[in-house]
């Protein structure tokens, strides 16, 4: 699917990331105002209908990903852009953690000409402010496909928070979102537990 030219939907638009394990994104996105929806999935390789199985064998080429649903009214894509750079590490090349292959690479997946160019100015200001001690490698390029990942990893965090890869990967992140992004949060979910 190439990228067009289309105007942002005053009602909704779609984000496509990628930064390491989609757990991890996904709940982050989740507790925003203005997302309405985020699923867990692959993008940007080369096989069909690809499994978790084999997108961690790195071959099929696809990325863990997320395809957020959101408002730009409430939450503007760049905002998203944002948030997406402050909670992975856009500087380290199919690595995320411990993490490693190319299905964990930093990914904007654009589904417009105005998403690849907001997504471009952001990097290269965020590289001018060297806020980052290297330079940022996350990939700018058309959406493709998007394959939902199984039913077994959507809204991971929210029912697997003990889960020691939870506990020790996505509880930091989501401590930090409460601490430094409140005001974006939905208010049930800053009384949340987890």
Known sequence: MPETDRAFSNDTDIATLAGGC?????AVFQPLK???RVVSGYT??????????????GVTGHAEAIQITFEPATISYRELLELFFAFHDPTTLDRQGPDEGTQYRSAIFSQSAAQRAEAERLIRALDAQKIFPAPIVTEVVAAGRFYPAELSHQDYYRRNPDKAYCRAMISPKIAKLRAKYSERLRSEA?????
């Open 22 to 26: 989609f757990w991890c994104l996904e």
């Open 34 to 36: 203005g997302v309405r």
């Open 44 to 57: 940007g390789g080369r096989a069909p209908d690809p499994s978790y199985t084999e997108v961690c064998t």
């Open 190 to 194: 800053i009384g949340s537990a987890q």
